[in-house]
């Protein structure tokens, strides 16, 4: 069974860490990309996967 690491998503507007969530070892080497709602943008904003 393939091993799962924490990640945090990062909003590309207002740089705020709203959630965190796994994603499998394997795919460690592609960053994360996911459309999520914003509480302090208030809007469905493009959150990025965090260093």
């Known amino acids: 069974?393939?091993?799962r690491?924490?990640?945090?998503l990062i909003c590309t507007k207002c740089l705020s860490?709203?959630?965190v969530t796994t994603k499998r070892k394997i795919d460690a080497s592609k960053?994360?990309?996911l459309k999520k709602f914003c509480p302090k943008c208030n809007a469905h904003t493009l959150h990025k996967e965090s260093k």
């Open 1 to 3: 069974m393939s091993e």
């Open 5 to 8: 690491i924490k990640v945090l």
């Open 17 to 19: 860490r709203n959630y």
């Open 31 to 33: 960053r994360m990309e």
